[in-house]
């Protein structure tokens, strides 16, 4: 079961246990019966295996909701709310890949690892608002750059941002990962999450080009060995997991 049914099972079962037998016993202020309802729905959350950052969003959620009504907001704003988080976290609930950026140490680490003076091909798959393509592309004219989204806004938002950037050596493409050809491409950029990387990693082996690499930023794949690991010196020590196809020497030498 995907996170989002969890969440709402979670509030589901402490809205049972608390309103209909906790509340009417002791007869509980509004105010910390929302948080007693938070509080329970974050353990049960943890019953069923959600991940930890959910604690805080569980314990969260019924007063935000309350405090929400009570300011009685016209209803479209939160259809147009509830439009624009879809439109931008489209990938959330199904391949539970949220969109989150990756950082300028990052783009400079992966400059770092781009052939200079020859030509490539490049993939961010999930390419989010185009800022790495964009960083990339102005640094490497003569590299192909390709950018994979199905999130709608985002897609948007990149066309728009290369548009302006004038980067004629970057094309985005609207559609699934899934349906990429990996063996198109030399030097595969992948920021995702650890749910799809079990796929990735099926389609990695099946489809990867002789001599091509694949970067995962924070994320390594469940059984392939990488053959190198980049630990950036940011706020978070991004990770950058390296993996060659067979054959490959070091990235930089073979892309
Ligand atoms: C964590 S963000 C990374 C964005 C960008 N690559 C970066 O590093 O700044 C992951 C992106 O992958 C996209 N994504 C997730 N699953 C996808 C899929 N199956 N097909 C296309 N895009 C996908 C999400 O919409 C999101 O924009």
Redesign the pocket.
Known sequence: MSYLPRVLLAQLLAFAILWWLVVPQFAIAALPALLLQGGVAALLGLVLRLPRWWLSINLLLPLTLISLLALELPPWLYLLGFALLLLVQ??SAG?R??????NRHTWQALAEQLPAGRPFHFV?L????G??LCYLAGKYPQGQFNG????PL?YALAWLRCKLARRKNIRLHYG???DARLKDYDLIYA??SPAPMARLEQKWQSEQRAGATLIS?SFAMPSASPKEILELNDRRHTRLYLYTSQGSTSPRSKV
């Open positions: 489209w990938n391949e890949v949220p969109l989150y950026l990756s961010d999930g390419s989010g608002l800022g790495t994979i989204e199905s999130a985002p699934s990962i899934w920021f995702l930023n």
